[in-house]
Structures are given as structure tokens and as C-alpha cells.
């Protein structure tokens, strides 16, 4: 399905923009007229995202930082601002996950997930901040179903999820005077990642009773969140802030977390 929504020569910024889910939301924004900007940590990526997009006849520019680190962050968004100017659309949708029960997760481990997705977040709409386009900015943070839904073997990721949430209503408070919009898409199951099979389930089997269970009876799609994020960023969204909005197939109403529960017992190596 194509929305017919423009963004020619807006300023589209993506961090964890080089694969993936974020990936195509990038790609979607180009595909209408966007210039856009992806971060992420490694090179390799980078450079694949940006060939990728340049591909739709877009502007666009690449960056290579890890959310941890503060400094890093500012650097890549001075870069992005300098080459396209104030940001439009600000993505901050960086994470890392892994099963583990929490007994058996170091303390390094559970501030690894905590420090990517919730501090990451952070520090990418703090850095921002003074970069986004007042009045008019659309920010989208990218949370996941397990900040609501408590999950076997996701406490690092469910509590790092459930802070993006609260993160996402307290800047949509403070910042929609400046007429800047905070809004959170909350992904169900997306089958486009080897991170999403490593969570989900181990054989084909395993995958298609979770894909059963999910109320809609289908996965989700890398376009079904990108078409969510042209509508939030987009004028029909103009009275949406502080909105945590699930794009799920319904499998937040608890489908998907029996089989995220099943994958993480039948792992011994939990991944
Ligand atoms: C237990 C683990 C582990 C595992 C890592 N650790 N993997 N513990 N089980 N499987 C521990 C390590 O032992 C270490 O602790 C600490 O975590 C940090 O590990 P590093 O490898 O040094 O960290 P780093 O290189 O920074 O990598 C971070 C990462 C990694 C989160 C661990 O997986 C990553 O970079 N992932 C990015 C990609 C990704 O995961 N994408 C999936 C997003 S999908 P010690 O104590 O030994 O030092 C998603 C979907 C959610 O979020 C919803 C699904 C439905
Ligand atoms: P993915 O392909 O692994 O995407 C993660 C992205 O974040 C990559 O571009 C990765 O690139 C980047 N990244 C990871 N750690 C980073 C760091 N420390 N600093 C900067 N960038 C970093 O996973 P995905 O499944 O598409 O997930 C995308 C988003 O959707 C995540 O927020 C995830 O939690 C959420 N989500 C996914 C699902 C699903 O079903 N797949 C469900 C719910 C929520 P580098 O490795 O190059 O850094």
C-alpha cells in the first residue's frame, strides 16, 4: 500500500538507519523527495545504506557513531546539519537484544541494551534538540511491545523499552510548545531482520505457530512501520504527540509473547 504523502526537501535523520526496520523507514522517506541522513555503528553498513538509498535519486549522507557515546552522537548530527540543514524528521531507533534470563544476564550486559536503547535515545534527542526545525520537527522514537508486556528473558529490552515510552510523553510535554511533535511506534513481530529470528524462534516450525499467533495471522512488514512513520511525520499527524502507537497485527493484546517465551527456554545458549 502507498500513502501519497511528500517530503521533497525535507530533512530526514535515521539513527540505527542502516538496516533493517529503520532502514526502510529511511528508504520510504526518500522514495518521496526526502534528503536523508543514516547512523549506525559500522562502516559497512553505512556505506550499504547510503549506495541503497542513492539509488531512489536522493539526497543523501551517512555517518558512523554509536549512540552510547554523547560526543559521537552531536558529531554525526553537526554533519547531517551542515549537509541538509534543520531536521524535519528525527528517527531514533538504534537497539541491541538478546534472550537471557535475568539471573543470568551480567551487569554489563543489561547496561549494554539499556545504554543503546534507552541512553542512545537520549542522547540522540538531546543532541538534537537544538538542530530541529521549531516550528514543525516530527520525532519517532522506535519502542517494542515488551515495554508493556513483561517477557521471559527481556528484562533488559523490556526496561530499556518501557523508559523510551515514558521518554517519548515527557519531550512530547516540554517540546510541543516549541511546535515540535514526540511520538513512539511500538513494532510488533517484523520478519526482516536476523535479529527478529534470533528472538523469535529457532525452526520453521517454531515460526509459523508465531506467526499463528499473532491476531492479523501474518508477520509485519518493514513497510507496514514505514508507512506508520510517513503518516506520523506527516501534516495528517499534526495533532499526534506523546502517542506510543503499536503496529502489531494486534500481538501486543499477548500473542507474541508466548512464542518470544518458547524461543528463549528452547535456546541453551539462550542465542
Ligand atoms: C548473555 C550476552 C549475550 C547473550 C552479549 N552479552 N550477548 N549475555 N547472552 N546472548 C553480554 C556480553 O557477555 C557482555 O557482558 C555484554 O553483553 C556486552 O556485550 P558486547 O558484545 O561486548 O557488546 P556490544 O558489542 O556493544 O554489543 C551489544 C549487543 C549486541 C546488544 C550485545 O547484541 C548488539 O550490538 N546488537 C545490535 C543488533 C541487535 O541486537 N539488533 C536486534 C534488535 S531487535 P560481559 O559481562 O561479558 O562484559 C529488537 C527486537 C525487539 O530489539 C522485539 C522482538 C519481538
Ligand atoms: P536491526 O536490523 O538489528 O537494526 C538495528 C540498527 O541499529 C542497525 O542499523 C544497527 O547498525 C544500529 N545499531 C545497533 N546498535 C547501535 C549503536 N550502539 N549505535 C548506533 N547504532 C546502532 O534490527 P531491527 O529488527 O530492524 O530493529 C529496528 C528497531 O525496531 C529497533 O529499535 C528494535 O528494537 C525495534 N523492534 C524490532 C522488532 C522486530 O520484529 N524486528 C520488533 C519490535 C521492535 P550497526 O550494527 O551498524 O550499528
Redo the contacts with the bound molecule.
Keep these: 500500500m502507498e500513502i501519497d504523502i511528500n517530503f521533497v526537501d525535507r530533512h530526514v535523520l535515521v539513527f540505527g538507519g542502516t ?2 526496520i529503520n532502514f526502510d523507514v529511511g528508504q520510504a522517506f526518500a522514495r518521496r523527495g526526502a534528503r536523508v541522513c543514516v547512523v549506525s ?1 559500522k562502516r559497512e553498513n553505512v556505506d550499504g545504506a547510503v549506495a541503497a538509498l542513492l539509488g531512489h535519486g536522493a539526497l543523501v549522507h551517512g555517518a558512523c557513531a ?1 549512540v ?1 557515546d554523547f560526543d559521537a552522537v552531536g558529531a554525526a548530527i553537526d554533519g547531517a546539519v551542515s549537509r541538509f540543514g534543520p531536521i524535519d524528521v528525527l528517527v531514533s531507533g ?7 534470563e535475568a539471573n ?10 539499556v ?3 534507552l541512553i542512545g535515545t537520549f542522547h540522540v534527542l538531546r543532541q538534537a534538540y537544538g538542530h530541529l526545525r521549531k516550528p514543525g520537527a516530527s520525532i519517532i522514537n522506535i519502542t ?3 515495554a508493556t508486556v513483561p ?1 521471559r528473558y ?1 528484562a533488559h ?1 523490556a526496561a530499556a ?1 518501557a523508559g523510551i515510552d515514558q521518554l517519548t510523553r515527557v519531550l512530547a510535554l516540554e517540546w510541543g510548545a516549541d511546535g515540535v511533535r514526540v511520538n513512539a511506534i511500538s ?4 520478519d526482516a ?4 529470528r ?3 524462534a529457532r525452526t520453521d516450525a517454531e515460526l509459523a505457530a508465531a506467526e499463528a499467533a499473532v491476531p492479523l495471522r501474518r508477520f509485519g512488514t518493514t513497510s507496514d512501520i514505514a508507512n506508520l512513520a510517513l503518516f506520523l511525520a506527516s501534516p495528517y499527524a499534526s495533532y499526534i504527540s506523546g502517542a506510543v502507537v503499536p503496529c502489531d497485527g494486534g ?1 501486543a493484546l499477548d500473542s ?1 509473547k508466548p ?2 517465551e518458547r524461543a528463549g527456554a528452547d535456546f541453551p ?3
Design positions: 538496516t533493517g555503528r554509536d552510547r538504534a537497539a541491541g537484544n538478546f534472550l537471557c543470568a544476564i551480567s551487569a554489563n550486559g543489561f547496561r549494554a541494551v545504554d543503546i536503547d517494542a511491545p515488551q517477557m527481556q529490552a523499552k513494532p510488533g513481530p517484523i531482520t536476523e535479529g527478529f534470533k528472538l523469535i500481538g507474541v512464542a518470544i545458549d539462550r542465542v
